[in-house]
């Protein structure tokens, strides 16, 4: 379609139009750093304004290309009025329509807060974003240093979570919006596109439990056996390198779009600390929101123990992920690949949280705790040789999925090589599933 301008004669650095993106009509928003670093006038902001009340009335997906240092100081307090407007137009659309910001350079201050409402964010390597930059760091603390150690690309990557890729430029950042637009719907209101796959939605998967070592101790890496379960083996992983003990990624089951949660054996043994928590419930409340179904994959031994996790709110943030999961009303199915023990059992997906469906292989281990753990507190007195008897009693009458599924916690035991084809027929049988909404003016989410 030819594009279409919006407002296309106010001035400022911010322009906005209706136009295809990859096939897919889009709201294009971009603020340039073409004029004072991109700052932003009330003009400006009330084109942020704009778009943002288009996408929401056209239901359609808003791609932002952001690159502004902020308020624009010469225009004083209008400057900021205009960017309250522009945020609180953009927190509209969380919901309703998908949003995508690019950052393409500079994003601080206020344009650097609606990185934190858009549901994805895609940085350049050259792109940097803070609240506050490094010459009030240097008079507030003393500590000296630079816009790439504060808030470049690499540390919203790898410490603060805020983007979700990152690329070498605004062509293949682009690229990577398109690619995200392809498993989302245009809005709430409508399902996500299906695609045409030659991938037997039957298809066996043997290997996908040649994957699981035989040691219950040994690592592996579970994007292995997402590999081998989504078709032709290809999925689009979001926040790779933050909280890398929780994979979370988009993928397509016989052609339809499904997100995946998955323990990660391969860091912090798959445990689940404050990063994860927020990794898994941000991503879990984005796939419920646009008519994702939802696949966990477990293995983990537990939370992560240490008393500065606790002091820095463990509670509050595994509860986001509770949270999360409790409110999901897309089709949810869980897979226990090993271990699922403790309160990260309950927290990743299990039946009594509601999931549609939960499977499990047959050396999946389902309990309290591991039967170490239960030596060391049931039998802290006894030798060695009656702690081992214990042990293996205890592994071998408790640490089975049969237990679980014989009391309903479990749906089916199923070979590794059914996989694929189990999760299929459940996503088929799941495709009208609808919930009724309880009447209430918002739920009040763990923050």
Avoid at 277 to 305: E, H, M, W
Wanted: hydrophobic share 45%.
């Amino acid at each position: 379609m030819t594009p279409v301008n919006l407002r296309a004669r106010v001035p400022g650095v911010a322009r906005a139009m209706v136009r295809n993106l990859a096939e897919r009509r889009v709201v294009w928003l971009e603020v340039t750093a073409d004029a004072h670093r991109g700052a932003l006038s009330s003009e400006s902001s009330s084109m942020i304004t704009a778009a943002a009340r288009t996408a929401v009335a056209e239901r359609l997906p808003l791609v932002a290309v952001m690159a502004s240092s902020g308020a624009d100081i010469r225009e004083g307090f209008s400057a900021l009025h205009g960017w309250g407007l522009a945020a609180k137009a953009l927190t509209d659309c969380s919901g309703m329509v998908p949003t995508i910001i690019i950052v393409d350079g500079p994003a601080v201050s206020g344009p650097a807060l609606l990185l934190g409402i858009a549901d994805h964010v895609i940085m350049t390597e050259g792109s940097y974003a803070f609240v506050s930059g490094p010459t009030m760091v240097t008079e507030f603390t003393g500590v000296t240093t630079d816009n790439d150690e504060l808030g470049g690309s690499g540390a919203h990557t790898r410490f603060t979570g805020a983007a979700t890729v990152v690329t070498p430029d605004l062509e293949s950042a682009t690229s990577a919006a398109e690619l995200l637009l392809s498993y989302l719907p245009d809005n709430c209101d409508v399902e996500p596109p299906t695609r045409v796959s030659d991938d037997s939605a039957t298809r066996s998967t043997p290997e996908a439990g040649a994957v699981i070592p035989l040691l219950s101790t040994g690592s592996y890496d579970v994007r292995s056996v997402i590999e081998t379960l989504v078709d032709e083996g290809d999925f689009f992983e979001l926040r790779e390198r933050w909280a890398a003990n929780l994979v979370t990624c988009l993928a397509t089951m016989d052609g339809r779009p499904v997100g995946i949660v998955a323990n990660q054996p391969m860091s912090l043994a798959g445990t689940l600390d404050i990063p994860a928590s927020q990794k898994g419930a941000r991503f879990v409340s984005f796939c419920d929101a646009f008519n994702i179904p939802i696949i966990t994959l477990v293995d983990t031994p537990g939370f992560y123990p240490g008393k500065d996790l606790e002091w820095r709110g463990m509670i509050r943030h595994g509860a986001q992920l509770v949270f999360a999961y409790g409110r999901a009303t897309v089709p949810r199915i869980c897979l226990i690949l090993r271990k699922s023990y403790g309160g990260a059992y309950i927290v990743m997906d299990s039946k009594r949280m509601g999931n549609d469906l939960c499977l499990a292989w047959p050396w999946a281990e389902l309990a309290v705790m591991g039967a170490g753990q239960a030596s060391a507190i049931l039998r802290r007195r006894a030798g060695p040789d009656e702690k081992m008897a214990f042990e293996a009693d205890y592994t071998e009458r408790l640490l089975n999925p049969y237990v679980a599924a014989e009391r309903g916690y479990v749906d089916a035991v199923i070979d590794p090589a059914d996989t694929r084809a189990s999760i299929n027929a459940a996503l088929d049988a799941l495709i009208d599933k609808r919930e009724v909404l309880a009447g209430r003016k918002h739920d009040n989410s763990p923050l």
